[in-house]
């Protein structure tokens, strides 16, 4: 093994950089704690709100969880009808690009009028964003089978359900985790909006709550700590993702691949 | 032994929706057992002409007889066309889960076959871990697992170096020699063409048409020294001069 590993020793370096960049443009403009807290003091408010931001991440990691889920499996049960029926693709995909373009904000709003504040409006916030990049990668996968392949199928006499399970789905699989990947990601930050509009749930709140109580008492450290811890949220989504990926890829696909260079 | 059909074409003309034609009037018969080669420019037709006798694709006008043997199609495609997820084994007994056979026999079945293509060793192998020459030697396998009696190549060696190409012309010529097949072999190599086939047809193009068909001399069972035989070199001339006539025109 090598002791400099470009690969953490790098990004350590930048970490450095960045660290010492905050504590330089603090005391260049001689920004108050209050404006722009030191790093050490979001290190402290990490502490001192532990069980707070404990707390507040595993609701957080509930109604991101639960959305993300959902989106999955119904992303992915929709992508399937949709590439066994042109008539519902051409009726109903053009609502789906639509929707996707509707900002989470407006969306988060609508939603809460709708069904209150509550978890089942921050689920519901973390699955309608991450459905819509599921479905249309997922269903570019299935669409994108290579025709010469589709030709064998074809010459081999196999059913509808044959050429779906055999040749479709596992072609699908690369584009399913990337919109996977893309929807980890967006759940967290569905819920986090979410919740900064549903408020408290089952009187305890998330993140997102949290993010608004503590700039309402200016405890504006702990802001950034929680945000901080959004971020962790999100890269342990991903990081979750990548290991589905890895273990349904890692064979035969390029993109599992160790970097060439 | 599998006997192949006789394979006639009498007038068949494609085209794609209402688009130009693609073939014009082709009329070509393969006997049984017979190697076709196809040579022509690049779209020419060639491969739509492989895909209307693989049933791919519906023709036109005319019509394709298909008599003796009732046919039974296999098509080795340009590219390998492997399923990148599944593994020797697996790509080799593809036909054979399409049909319904069950994993044991499939299993014995794909080793059968890797043996005689020489993968046996690759048999648990992905294809991103396997070379253009062993990919096509699965496509092979794979095609031929099934015991076809009508197999169809689209210009199957295209994208491989001459020693790989020469060595699996050579081997297709002794699987063809156990089972007897018809085949149409569509290739822009003139003396692969040749090595190969009972009958040369030179199609020219826009629309695709017959140009010349040549019958091919040179006796069975052919082997690497074929290649050095004055017949052969005579052969690839007048083949090549025939393809120059048809290109210039």
């Given amino acids: 093994m090598k002791l400099m590993n470009p690969r953490i020793i790098l990004p350590s370096i930048t970490g450095i950089i960045l660290i010492g960049a905050w504590y330089g443009l603090k005391a260049l403009f001689n920004l108050h704690d209050f404006i722009l807290p030191a790093p050490h003091q979001v290190i402290q408010a990490f502490a001192g709100e532990g069980t707070t931001l404990l707390r507040a991440t595993s609701v957080t990691f509930l109604g991101a969880g639960t959305g993300f889920i959902a989106s999955v499996v119904i992303g992915f049960s929709l992508s399937l009808a949709l590439v066994s029926s042109r008539w519902l693709r051409y009726g109903i995909y053009p609502y789906i690009l639509f929707m996707q373009m509707i900002p989470i904000i407006a969306t988060a709003a609508i939603i809460v009028i709708l069904f209150d504040v509550g978890l089942q409006s921050v689920a519901m916030i973390a699955f309608l964003i991450g459905f819509f990049p599921i479905v249309a990668s997922t269903l570019q996968g299935l669409m994108s089978v290579p025709v010469e392949q589709r030709e064998m199928f074809a010459l081999y006499k196999a059913t509808p359900m044959q050429e779906l399970f055999l040749l479709r789905i596992p072609n699908c699989l690369p584009y399913f985790f990337t919109g996977a990947k893309i929807a980890a990601t967006l759940a967290v930050i569905g819920s986090v909006t979410g919740e900064i509009f549903a408020g408290s749930t089952n009187g305890s709140g998330g993140l997102g709550f949290m993010i608004v109580v503590y700039k309402s008492e200016l405890k504006i450290d702990a802001l950034y700590a929680a945000t901080l811890t959004c971020c962790l949220l999100g890269f342990s989504f991903v990081g979750v993702i990548l290991y589905f990926k890895n273990l349904a890829l890692g064979k035969w696909h390029e993109s599992a691949m160790p970097d060439p260079r | ?249």
């Fill in chain 2, 1 to 249: 032994m599998a006997e192949g059909p006789s394979i006639q074409l009498e007038n068949v003309c494609k085209s794609f929706d209402e688009g130009p034609l693609v073939l014009d009037s082709i009329s070509l018969t393969a006997n049984p057992g017979e190697i076709i080669a196809i040579v022509g420019p690049s779209g020419c037709g060639k491969s739509t002409l492989l895909r209307l006798i693989a049933d791919l694709l519906p023709v036109s006008h005319g019509c394709i007889h298909k008599t003796g043997t009732p046919a039974d199609p296999a098509f080795i495609f340009q590219d390998a066309t492997l399923l990148p997820w599944a593994t020797v084994s697996e790509n080799i007994s593809l036909p054979a889960r399409l049909k319904g056979v069950d994993g044991d026999s499939r299993s014995s079945l794909a080793k059968e076959w890797a043996k005689r293509v020489g993968l046996k060793h690759a048999l648990g192998y992905y294809p991103r871990q396997l070379s253009g020459g062993m990919k096509m030697r699965v496509s092979i396998a794979r095609a031929l697992s099934q015991f076809p009696n009508l197999l169809l190549l689209d210009e199957p060696f295209g994208a491989l170096d001459a020693i790989t190409r020469n060595r699996l012309n050579e081997d297709l010529l002794s699987l063809h020699e156990q089972s007897g097949w018809t085949a149409f072999f569509v290739t822009h190599s003139v003396s692969e063409a040749v090595f190969l086939s009972h009958k040369v047809i030179i199609m020219s193009d826009q629309p695709g048409k017959v140009a010349a068909s040549i019958d091919n001399p040179i006796p069975f069972p052919r082997n690497a020294a074929t290649r050095e035989s004055m017949a052969f070199q005579q052969c690839v001339a007048e083949a090549t001069a025939r393809l120059h006539e048809v290109l210039s025109s």
